[in-house]
Each structure stands twice: as C-alpha cells, then as structure tokens.
C-alpha cells in the first residue's frame, strides 16, 4: 500500500501544478495575484507531499528513488520540506505579500535545484538509473520554468 501511495505522489505532483497553475490564470487579475495563487500552493503541493513521502511513506520512497533508507535522515529532510510548506501556507493565508510569495518560492526552488544536482550525482556515481532518480533534474528545470517568469513578473510590477 505505502509503495502504491509513493506511486501516486509522483502523478499528484504535476497533476496539482497544471491545476494550480489554471486556476492562478483563471481567478488571477495581474501578475501579482496570479503569483500569489500559483507561488505559495505550488510550495505547498510539492513540499507538502515531499514532507508526507518522507514522514509517512518512508522506505518506499528511498525505494522508488533507489536510495537506501535513512530514517534519521528521512525524518529530518521531511520536517524540512513540511516547514516550508507550513510558512506557504501561511504567508499566502495571511496574505503576507509579494516579497513574502516570492520568498517561499525561492526557498523551494533552491531546495529542488540543489536536490536535482544530488540525484545527478548519484545518477553517475552510484549508476542509480531508477526513472524516479532520473527525472528529478528535469522535474526541477520545469519548476524553475514554470515559477521564475511569473514571480519575476510579479516582482517588476
């Protein structure tokens, strides 16, 4: 059950993004607003479900990734993730503005850009060849894509 849960984390992900992302054009009246939908849930979407993977799910994530389990470690990348998903959310529920959205946003893609260059690592040193391992490099370019051109249109308004 837990792998099957592992599973559907890795379709929830760009499933909620595309969500995400039409309802940021759909209710979104300027590049600030459209930000403020599409920054702050997409951070709580992505590292939520990182949080919950790593807390919850723990052995059958490592496994699909191909990494061995590290509990400590897992427990403490997943109280990571969960408190940037917490400080989303609050900075969108309280409204704390565009520096605060785009903060939360920075933070997270810093996160995954740093973790795309780990599995690249691991990729080459470790022959970790697992399609997980693989297209967490190419899932960070597609957030760095998606998030930087709203928020720095956002952010030049």
């Given amino acids: 059950m837990l792998k099957i849960l592992s599973t559907m984390m890795e379709w929830l ?5 595309v969500v995400i992302y039409f309802f940021a054009q759909y209710l979104g009246t300027d590049a600030i607003s459209e ?3 599409l920054g702050p849930i997409v951070v709580i979407l992505m590292s939520g479900t ?7 799910l723990g ?14 470690y897992q427990v403490q990348s997943g109280l990571n993730n969960l408190a940037t998903a917490v400080a989303a959310l609050l900075v969108f ?18 996160f995954f850009s740093f973790s795309a260059v780990n599995h ?3 990729a080459i040193r470790e022959h970790n060849m697992k399609t997980v391992n693989l297209m967490r490099p190419i899932m960070a370019l597609l957030l760095l894509g998606l998030l930087l051109p709203p928020m720095i249109s956002a952010l030049m308004q």
């Fill in 50 to 56: 990182v949080a919950f993977e790593s807390l919850i």
């Fill in 13 to 17: 992900r760009p499933g909620g993004i």
């Fill in 93 to 110: 529920v309280l409204d704390w503005g565009l520096y605060a959205d785009a903060t939360v946003v920075t933070v997270m893609l810093l």
């Fill in 120 to 122: 690249t690592v691991t």
């Fill in 35 to 37: 930000f403020h939908i």
């Fill in 59 to 72: 052995v059958a994530g490592s496994e699909k990734i191909g990494y061995t389990p590290n509990r400590a």
